[in-house]
């Protein structure tokens, strides 16, 4: 009888050693699992899909602007990011697919460079978080509910024009100018409203505000033939389809003896006389800053629109030469000198 009981007690506990045992595995298994999945999702590169509407100056400096700010923060393409460019050439269609494949493979962030890629990104996902830049007015292009409180998965950055700056410029420069020409895209929001508020301080700078519209690259020289005769000076906004044709634009302008006064750095470069603009590559850098908010946990429901408040004077010395305009020294003091298509 004894001999049973020791025997019983005996397997017991080797009942219980055995299950202790086999216990341990089982959690050791999962600390390694748990494990193995850490060290995969970190080693995973982050992948971002980068969307812009077509490839000029302004905008390619955004992006480069962008991409300098997360390698600033250690996110660096083909380490720890994973970079997908794509870019639209101008065309709305082309932009939507983007738009569409970035969404459906499931990308970590889009950033969308432009009014138009924004937009056809906001339509394609809700859920992936989107940076923008470029965009002069996202609540009018129904991408936020307001620039204080996006509430969805939209934030970034404004390029909205220090526009008031802009036409004091146009007057410090040539003051007998009353009539001012804009040439501009028809079918981009963000135009529409510049053209809009050039309007609203028309009266306030004593202009008459002349716009001609395009809807490609095609109609430029006809558009700016039909100026030629009506206006003593051409404004450009931060448009798109405009920036691609500047060359052309200012050609026939210093032709005819019509200076240009432009919204970016970019416009002056291909042949503008100036603009007290903003600097695309700190905005981009400046989105780029909050793109690492994000990707570190911050919402972007909650991270304000922002804008870049500091400005810069850019004159184009050949074409204040080619137009006969004398720049004063106070001027050429604080500007950005641009000659032979180049920053001095």
Known sequence: MVVKQKSSVLFVVLLLIISLLSGCSNNAATVNNQDSESTIKSNKPIEIGITQ??????????????IDALASKGYRDGENLKIDFQNAQGDIPTAQTIAQNFASSKKDMIFAVATPSAQAAFNATKDIPILI???TDPEDAGLVKSMEKPETNVTGTSDAAPMDKQM???????PHAKKVGILYNTSE???EIQVEMAKELSDSFDIEII????????EVPQALDSLMNKIDVLYVPTDNLIASAIAIISEKCIENNIPIIGSEKGHVEG???????????????????MAVEVLEGAST???PIETLKDTTLTINMDTAEKLNIEISK????RAEIVKGGEVQ
């Open 53 to 66: 509407i077509v490839e000029h100056p302004a905008l390619d400096s955004a992006r480069q602007g962008f």
């Open 133 to 135: 830049t470029a965009v």
């Open 168 to 174: 004091e410029l146009l007057k410090n420069l040539i």
């Open 189 to 191: 929001r963000n135009s």
């Open 211 to 218: 716009a001609s519209g395009v809807t490609s690259t095609n």
């Open 271 to 289: 042949g503008a006389l100036a603009t007290e603009g903003i600097d695309y590559y700190k905005l981009g850098f400046q989105t780029g800053i």
């Open 301 to 303: 429901k909650d991270m």
């Open 330 to 333: 106070e001027m050429l003091e």
